[in-house]
Structure formats: structure tokens, C-alpha cells
């Protein structure tokens, strides 16, 4: 659900110690809920984002910081092509 998916960034963010990252994290959730309310999201958005997300803590718990950023482009990318669709 989109509080789930939220709260993962969030939590991502809080991770790394860095209160900066921490407040854009907010404020990026709070643009994506205003975009998401204008365009809709897709039915398999949700399946897609926690298989992103799965990827993304895997690498995390590996300490693989190169695989962790490669698959969160691939998802930032993924949500920025959901959108512009």
C-alpha cells in the first residue's frame, strides 16, 4: 500500500544517519502523494515497488552500496516512466 511504500523511503533515509537526506525523503514522499493524486498509479505499481524495494534492502543488508543505488535508479526511473504515462 502507498503508507508502506512511504514509510520504506522514509525509514531507508533514516538509515543512513543523515538528517538532510532524511527531510528531503519527506518531502519527496509529500510530491509523489500530489503527483499520484493527479495521474493515478497503475494496478501493478505496488507489485513492482516492493520488488524494487525487496532488491533494494537485500543489497543494504549485504552492504552492497553500488547495487543498492543501481536498483534505486532503476526505480526512480520506473516510477518517473509510471508517471509520465
Known amino acids: 500500500d502507498v503508507e508502506s511504500d512511504l514509510q520504506f523511503h522514509t525509514m531507508l533515509a533514516e538509515s543512513t544517519g543523515n538528517m538532510v537526506l532524511v527531510s528531503a525523503m519527506r518531502h ?3 510530491m509523489w502523494l500530489q503527483a499520484r493524486e493527479k495521474t493515478g498509479r497503475k494496478d501493478t505499481s505496488p507489485h ?3 520488488r524494487f524495494h525487496e532488491q ?9 552500496p553500488a547495487v543498492a543505488q543501481r536498483i534505486m535508479r532503476a526505480h526512480l526511473e ?6 509520465e504515462s
Request: proline share 0%; aromatic share 0%.
Open 56 to 64: 533494494i534492502l537485500g543489497a543494504v543488508r549485504r552492504r552492497q
Open 48 to 50: 513492482k515497488a516492493l
Open 28 to 30: 519527496l514522499n509529500e
Open 78 to 83: 520506473n516510477m518517473r516512466e509510471e508517471i
